[in-house]
């Protein structure tokens, strides 16, 4: 095989990258370009994503990625998180920002649809895990606040589908971005006109649906002068992260589960159809689309995101990394402080720690106090979701599950990962840490025939990067304190106001 090099860009919440990957013989290369931020911006009282400044960083990651390679590009790919969209009116021009995901209009908006429709008829139409910022509660946000965006709108692009009409002048949305939605039927595999009827919007705003793989169209050539590329085929990854970071899983056989572990965990299985039924619904959990039409049986966990904004506050006082965080977990007592993850003071808080110490007040738990206090809660409480959700998995499905993978940038941190062997009582096996950009490569290759199955991805990425693997220690004491969990998550959910469809 000759060398090929595919240029895979991976947009996240905090950060985005440009990731070269490089087929040689029966090995990848994956070497980062170009890395820059990403931010939430404030603008009356509400909070958007700057896609203008983002899709000058994807130009000159582009030109990095050029500069890097020895050999030709071959294509181009694009993943970013899920849920948000922007709208374009009449001459392709963006109306407004899109709105970011945790934005505080977004409760209200679910509250008040499912007021106009029973929760299980729209889990029955979309098999999707209800979440207060899902695209679904968004439209209706857009719909009853800014009712003028809709009726401007002629077409509406997710994350990726805009930076993709960026690059090549096409419109175009992929499977499994759509089925993060809540307005994607993935039974009759398209758009489900009943959600757009109770929504009063028209269904001609969406765009076709196609299948990761395919070829979107040529680098338009006003940004490749800019970028100093030849005209390159702009390919139609999996633009939601988490089906590319999915199809990085260096599985095989079918006897695995996954934690994607980032900013948010997902965790989940995969399936060759959705499962959509009273118990998953009850569970609330989600059917999300996959490469090669698979679906992921998966919940939603929020991940690092608590870490990450601890960070923040902490960082006042010092430069503080996170390898240093990790070595301070040993000074703090076990099991002391835990906490529900996915409890909405957490969701974006002023001050995380203050939001922890109030979730520990109310559930009559001592508060911590120190960092490693902190950091012990953080990752402790986050393992023992991951056991939560495995149980639940395991409820929904009689598939034996031997191992779990853990992929993404969470597959470096080692307490994390320990704690989850221990939690869940089975190996867990971390990497690759950039699963999402690599998958996201791997999807590019299949595109133009340089692999010929998911299998074999999977089976070359296994080759081409150091796993490490975590077996259970201590599993008794961790089970005797997953009740103590179980019953401190229950207490929150009566002491401390919310909606929660996960009982």
């Not at 509660?137 to 997710?158: C, H, S, V, W």
């Not at 085929?233 to 095989?252: C, K, M, R």
């Not at 598939?399 to 080692?414: A, E, W």
Request: aromatic letters at 10%.
């Amino acid at each position: 095989m000759s060398h090929n090099s595919f240029l895979a860009f991976d947009i996240g919440a905090e950060s985005g990258r440009a990731l070269l990957g490089t087929l040689k013989k029966n090995e990848i290369q994956v070497q980062e370009v170009y890395r820059f931020n990403n931010r939430m911006i404030s603008k009356g009282g509400h909070v958007y994503w700057d896609v203008h400044y983002l899709f000058q960083e994807i130009k000159k990651g582009i030109s990095k990625g050029a500069n890097a390679s020895k050999s030709s590009v071959c294509s181009i790919g694009i993943d970013t998180w899920g849920v948000d969209f922007g709208l374009f009116d009449k001459e392709d021009h963006l109306i407004s920002l899109p709105f970011a995901y945790r934005d505080t209009r977004n409760k209200k908006a679910m509250i008040e649809f499912l007021g106009k429709i029973p929760p299980r008829e729209v889990y029955d139409l979309t098999g999707t895990q209800f979440l207060q910022f899902n695209s679904l509660f968004q439209l209706y946000a857009l719909r009853t606040q800014n009712p003028e965006f809709i009726t401007r709108g002629k077409n509406l692009l997710f994350m990726p589908d805009i930076f993709n009409y960026f690059l090549t002048g096409e419109m175009v949305t992929e499977f499994s971005y759509a089925t993060t939605s809540q307005l994607f039927n993935p039974c009759k595999d398209e758009w489900e006109e009943r959600l757009f009827k109770i929504l009063d919007v028209p269904v001609s705003l969406m765009q076709d649906v196609e299948t990761a793989g395919q070829t979107i169209g040529l680098l338009k050539k006003s940004v490749a002068e800019q970028t100093g590329i030849a005209s390159v085929p702009v390919v139609l990854t999996a633009t939601h992260d988490t089906a590319s970071a999915v199809a990085a899983v260096p599985a095989q056989g079918k006897e695995w589960a996954f934690i994607s572990s980032g900013t948010w965990s997902i965790m989940g299985i995969e399936l060759d159809s959705p499962l959509i039924n009273e118990e998953s619904f009850i569970l609330n959990f989600t059917n999300e689309g996959g490469i090669g039409h698979k679906f992921r049986l998966s919940k939603n966990i929020t991940g690092l995101w608590l870490l990450q904004e601890c960070r923040k506050k902490w960082r006042g006082r010092s430069n503080i990394e996170y390898g240093e965080l990790m070595r301070t977990v040993s000074s703090a007592k076990p099991f002391r402080s835990l906490i529900d993850p996915d409890c909405h003071l957490f969701l974006k808080p002023a001050d995380m720690t203050e939001a922890i110490r109030e979730f520990c007040q109310k559930t009559g738990q001592p508060c911590p106090e120190t960092i490693s206090e902190f950091v012990r809660c953080v990752l402790e409480s986050l393992a023992f979701k991951y056991k939560c959700v495995f149980d639940e998995l395991c409820s929904l499905c009689s598939r034996r599950i031997s191992k779990v993978h853990i992929i993404g940038g969470g597959s470096r941190n080692r307490v994390l990962c320990q704690y989850t062997a221990d939690a869940l009582g089975l190996p867990v096996v971390a990497g690759p840490a950039e699963a999402t950009a690599v998958g996201n490569i791997m999807i590019q290759t299949l595109s133009v025939d340089k692999v010929d199955s998911i299998e074999n991805v999977r089976n070359m990425i296994s080759a081409s990067f150091d796993l490490r693997i975590y077996d259970p220690a201590e599993s008794e004491e961790w089970e005797r304190h997953y009740n103590r969990f179980k019953r401190v998550c229950r207490e929150s959910r009566k002491e401390i106001e919310g909606l929660d469809y996960n009982r």
